[in-house]
């Protein structure tokens, strides 16, 4: 089926004169709206169905169709705003983290409208992944308590308990990579086929605090986005240190002075399933395209009207959705009922995430 009423039908060849602004004039809203801020969204890894978590206390699981419609399909509720969702790999349950230190399970597969508790923290949960450790699926859950805690769904109590140095801020899994940030810009690294130890513990290339990470396709490292609008690119191993490099990304040159730059937090970053490139996307509005190989912008696209909170590209990298949503990155009193607030479904068209080459050496 093409892709919203035939965008994905257009020429995919790749040219070197493709303009660099890209185009949102194809990209369609999703129905019944969360009602207050958007926290997460993640797409189905076997459906074309998409969690998002909100502000207003809910999961919702939306049905995407290939004309870019959409509809509620389930819900459930935590006891206060959710800050995660995410998927099992078998596309058959949808789990939520929140403020009120929980995490909640809703099996889709089975027809349930009431989701369980699965998992607990002392402190909001912030972060949330679904892998499997030696066959057995796994909950990875990161929490302002300072834990990240391994779930045995079939058991109620953690299988596992990571101490870290503080807040856990961010959090990303590829293969046997996890990737854990702190508050006070601290990286662990932790290879899944040894679960309980770290690998390795890095400070942030960055100078500034630690906004998301997100592991590359190929689980070799990771990208790592702050508040002060400066994206890094990081391998895990010494042997590729030469291949880390950090780049300025969402500033624009000041109303106020031409000497100046407004500088906004990169809010998330997801990386293209097939292509391995990836997108930024950030409190100033936009969202951006990038070939971390060639050191390059594939897009850039024009500012949607709301901080962009949360993006993901769906499992076949047709789709990529962002939510325009406030990110409270200005506090309470900048955050209105007439503020924008919807999730965006952009079809990806021709070359848009296809890689360039990569660059040559210097």
Not at 119 to 148: F, I, M, Y
Not at 184 to 208: A, E, Q, R, W
Not at 284 to 297: E, N, P, S, V
């Amino acid at each position: 089926m093409s892709l919203f009423g035939g965008a994905a039908a257009a020429n995919t060849s790749a040219s070197p004169a493709a303009p660099t602004q890209g185009d949102l004039s194809k990209d369609v809203a999703v129905k019944e709206m969360p009602e207050d801020s958007v926290s997460d969204i993640k797409f189905s890894p076997q459906s074309d169905h998409l969690a998002v978590s909100s502000w207003d206390k809910k999961v919702r699981i939306y049905e995407i169709a290939g004309s870019g419609d959409s509809q509620g399909k389930a819900m459930f509720e935590h006891e206060g705003p959710v800050l995660c969702c995410g998927w099992s790999k078998d596309g058959t349950k949808v789990f939520g983290g929140g403020a009120d230190k929980a995490v909640r399970m809703l099996d889709v597969g089975s027809g349930n409208t009431t989701a369980t508790q699965v998992a607990a923290h002392d402190q909001p949960v912030r972060c949330l992944r679904l892998t499997e450790l030696n066959g057995t699926a796994v909950l990875v859950t990161g929490s302002w308590d300072k834990t990240v805690k391994y779930w045995d769904l079939r058991q109620q109590q953690p299988a596992a308990t990571l101490t870290c140095q503080d807040r856990i801020y961010a959090m990303d899994l590829r293969d046997s990579l996890l990737v854990i940030g702190t508050a006070d810009k601290h990286v662990n690294i932790v290879n899944l086929n040894t679960p309980d130890k770290f690998y390795k513990t890095i400070n942030s290339p960055l100078k500034f605090q630690t906004r998301v990470l997100s592991c590359f396709t190929d689980a070799t490292g990771f990208a790592v986005g702050s508040v002060e609008g400066r994206c890094a690119i990081q391998y895990i191993e010494e042997k590729d240190a030469a291949s880390n490099f950090s780049f300025k990304c969402h500033r624009n040159t000041s109303k106020s002075s031409r000497d100046m730059n407004d500088v906004y937090s990169v809010n998330d970053i997801s990386f293209h399933p097939q292509h391995g490139t990836f997108s930024t996307a950030g409190s100033d509005g936009t969202f951006h395209f990038w070939d971390k190989d060639a050191k390059h912008r594939l897009k850039g696209y024009p500012e949607v009207g709301q901080t962009i909170s949360a993006t993901d590209f769906s499992r076949q990298g047709n789709i990529f959705a962002y939510a325009a949503s406030y990110d409270w990155s200005q506090g309470y009193g900048k955050h209105t009922p007439q503020s924008t607030n919807k999730i965006m479904l952009h079809p990806i068209v021709g070359d848009e995430c296809k890689p360039r080459g990569k660059a040559n050496k210097r």
